[in-house]
């Protein structure tokens, strides 16, 4: 980055204009796999933008003492250290939600987007911006969460949050794990749509290739 | 007895709690590299080995040097340094030794360290308690598992490129769609063994 963007734009550039779930199609195991009810997503989303902010500023505090050869697990060991702070709050605050998803706040440890904004920005910019980058990472992603957590919960078991909305007899297929990829494949199919019906489609997220 | 038990634990990782479709590990892997056949299955052998190596490698660790110093906690930072040290040291052993093996795998090996499936293997046996035996085979069977999983995609993925797909589902989406056709099917298979 030569110029210096402002901290809206570094903000923003993580819920819009590369959002790791819908256009990058980066970190996609956790959200089909946390996102069965609204409130999981939600709390998954926090814990996400909790470590990716948090190893964003430490890997730019540390951007100058870190060897260019050792960088990478250096980057995975900042990582790990605040996977580990995050899983142990949680287990200590939440249980009830720990239980369930245990294995997928431990499992954050290895979500490509975080390791890749330390790579890509956090290793050549100051702590502000690094702080910002990481921030609307995070709730791009958080975002990105709960609206699969919105459709799947209020689709799959007719509620919002635990508490009922609608009802019928829900569809209960959407909690299913296979109601997880429909749901991710027609939101991001919805999401190309849009995409190409009001921007001309420059940056439809089909290409995949990703890893992570 | 103790060979059922092993039978059924491989049946229970690969078939009904595999990784893909019922748990969602290695997604992002899976829709990667499933494009084509071939590195889907270059992909699947060299994924199968790191898991079970990783998985008997990590419970060594966890049982003979983190249980008794009390580092529980310190797991995930112990496993994802395990996994990578050992990922780096293979592939420098790879390169030296069997450089044709080299090139053909080198690529995916590269790519396993940031992958939670490879993470998820000792983590679940910590949690689940598996003996030393056990840890193997649950390792062997989410490999098989994995590697069942990514076959089936390539396989259709190859055949969706003549499909006339819309334009917006194009790509990841419609490759979305059909993991869930998918992990219809396996859900048949829950309840074959309770374990």
């Not at chain 1, 993580?14 to 709390?43: D, H, M, Q, Y």
């Not at chain 1, 702080?131 to 990105?144: I, K, Q």
């Not at chain 1, 909305?165 to 997880?180: R, S």
Request: some cysteine; aromatic content about 14%.
């Amino acid at each position: 980055m030569s110029t210096t963007p402002s901290y809206w734009h570094l903000f923003r550039n993580g819920i819009f204009g590369e959002n790791p779930v819908f256009r990058l199609a980066l970190s996609l195991c956790p959200a089909v796999a946390v996102t069965s009810g609204l409130k999981n997503g939600f709390l998954m989303g926090i814990a996400v933008l909790f470590v990716q902010t948090m190893a964003n500023v430490t890997t730019s505090l540390l951007r100058k003492f870190i060897h260019p050869k050792v960088r990478i697990p250096s980057y995975m060991f900042i990582i790990a250290t605040w996977v580990t702070v995050t899983d142990l709050g949680m287990a200590a605050y939440a249980r009830d939600v720990y239980a369930q998803m245990g294995l997928y706040i431990k499992l954050i440890v290895a979500f490509a987007i975080i390791l890749s904004r330390s790579e890509l920005f956090a290793s050549k910019n100051k702590v502000t911006p690094s702080f910002f980058d990481g921030l609307g990472m995070g709730v791009g992603f958080l975002l990105a969460l709960v609206i699969i957590g919105f459709f799947r919960e209020l689709l799959g078991k007719g509620s919002l949050w635990g508490y009922p909305i609608i009802d019928t007899k829900p569809l209960l297929i959407m909690i299913l794990p296979a109601g997880g990829f429909f749901a991710m494949g027609i939101l991001m199919g919805f999401f190309n749509w849009i995409d190409i019906k009001f921007f001309g489609g420059k940056g439809a997220s089909g290409a995949g290739g990703s890893h992570g | 007895m103790e060979f059922t038990k092993l039978f059924e634990l491989i049946i229970a990782a690969s078939l009904i709690n595999n990784f893909v479709f019922a748990k969602y590990l290695g997604l992002c892997i899976f829709f990667g590299v499933t494009k084509k056949m071939d590195t889907a299955i270059g992909m699947s052998l060299t994924f199968t080995s790191v898991m079970v190596i990783s998985a008997g490698l990590n419970w060594i660790i966890y049982e003979f040097i983190m249980k008794p110093l009390g580092l529980g906690f310190l797991e995930i930072v112990i496993f994802i340094g395990v996994v990578a040290g050992f990922v780096q040291a293979a592939d420098t052993i790879m390169k030296k030794v069997s450089p044709g093996l080299y090139y053909r795998l080198g690529i995916y090996l590269a790519l396993i360290t940031t992958n939670c499936i490879i993470l998820a293997v000792p983590l679940e046996n910590v949690s689940s308690g598996y003996n030393f035996i056990e840890s193997l085979f649950f390792g062997l069977g989410s490999g098989i598992g994995f590697s069942l999983a990514m076959i089936i995609m390539a396989s259709i993925r190859e055949k969706l490129e003549l499909a006339d797909v819309p334009k917006s589902f194009q790509g990841l989406p419609i490759s979305f769609v059909i993991t869930g056709l998918i992990a219809l099917a396996f859900l048949g298979f829950s309840g074959l063994i309770t374990l």
